[in-house]
């Protein structure tokens, strides 16, 4: 069975992609608090919710990621051939 590496570099970005998930999902949540006029309070006190979406947010975009990275890899690796 083969071992998965993931480098320092790789980590950083996935890091990156997650911060990106975190501040869309926050980004979603202030605009239902401004659309309802619920008070300002709710951006705390939703905090759960927001790490969830953010989660599948995240989920949501790994999939098309890990689709491109295949195909870039098995163009590569025809290349090679």
């Known amino acids: 069975m083969k071992d998965i590496v993931l480098t320092g570099r790789r980590q950083k970005k996935e890091l990156w992609y997650l911060l990106g998930s975190f501040v869309i999902a926050n980004l979603f949540n202030l605009g239902a608090i401004l659309y309802y006029g619920s008070p300002m309070t709710e951006m705390f006190t939703s905090f759960f919710y927001v790490l969830l979406f953010t989660l599948f947010i ?8 890990l689709l491109y990275n295949m195909l870039k890899k098995k163009a590569h690796t025809e290349v090679k051939n």
Request: aromatic fraction near 12%.
């Open 58 to 65: 995240y989920a949501l975009t790994l999939i098309p990621r």
